[in-house]
């Protein structure tokens, strides 16, 4: 039998807006799907991507993993523990960097931080005392140590939140959008960190989400595409790009000047599907588009918007990423703009 360590089976979580906010507490009833059906099943000491746009529901389903919210019907194992009937067990197999949210005290040095949390989650003072050491040489923090985290570098915090996650050795890691808003060359580093450092070396079971493509397709053994709360498809990078075949994507950036790019696309016959992504206030859209033996149709193409009123800004052939299997199977993209 295949080992998992995380197991969920028909999660579904369903927000009713305002809920607990006193003034919208009659007004509006309004409801949001976060979760709607997921079942998904990762392997011990897999590193298994969620990868989705905003609001898809990454974040819910990163809280319900970790206990700090709870279903509304469902259920998921963590680390063969039960989600509502073993919390206790759930949240000692788990370390978890969540997004956006301050996990740290900012007005205590790095330190200091990792000595709280520890007594926190009970780590005997002994083995505290060492592994803190480890952890912050092993994120390269030990010159720093004794600085306020207030002084620390966005890329520094999330190193110190991933040590923090780390303190208690936990069997398995929730990243949620580990590297979020950090620049580039730290996300590189933070990314073959949790790759090579947690998940190859240290065996951790790591679950990682992300709208950057890239992260997912780099980083992941397998990938989930979530979008409105559903999971659409699950697979390795490789297996899911070659869905699109091993036909080359045709990206074009223009501008819409009188004609809608949509009716252009519409009227282009031997396309197989595209997308199209752009911001709605601004006229500058790009275009995806995948077709068989895509040089044969570069003349045409360029005419067709041409003669529709489009000012063609950049043409380019490129290979399927994981965003055009992601726009293939949801009429979507991960994000406005790439
Ligand atoms: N506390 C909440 N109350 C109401 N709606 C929420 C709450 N948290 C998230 N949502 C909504 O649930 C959906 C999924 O959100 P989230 O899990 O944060 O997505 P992601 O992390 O993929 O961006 C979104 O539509 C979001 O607006
Ligand atoms: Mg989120």
Redesign the pocket.
Known sequence: MQDYSIITNGIRKV???G?GGFLFRKKNKET?I??DDVSLSIKRGELFGLL??????????V?ILSTLILPDAGTALVNGYDVLKEPGKVRASIGVVS?GERSLYWKLTARENLEYFARLYKVPDQVAKRRIRELLNLMGLEDRADELVEKYSSGMRQKLAIARAMLHDPEVLLL??PTLGLDPSFSKSIRSFIREELNKKQGKTILL?T?YMEEADKMCDRVAF?TK?RIVAVDTPERLKNMIGKNEVLKLVVEELRESVSNVVKNLPFLDDYGITGMEQNSIKTIRMYMKNVDSHIQEIVESFSNAGCRILSLSVEKPTLEDVFIKLTGEALRDEY
Do not use: C, F, V, W
Request: hydrophobic share 25%; proline share 4%; aromatic share 4%.
């Open positions: 927000y009713r807006k809920e949001i976060a979760l989705g746009p905003n609001g898809a529901g990454k974040t819910t389903l809280k997004s949620d959008e989400t709208h979530i709360g």
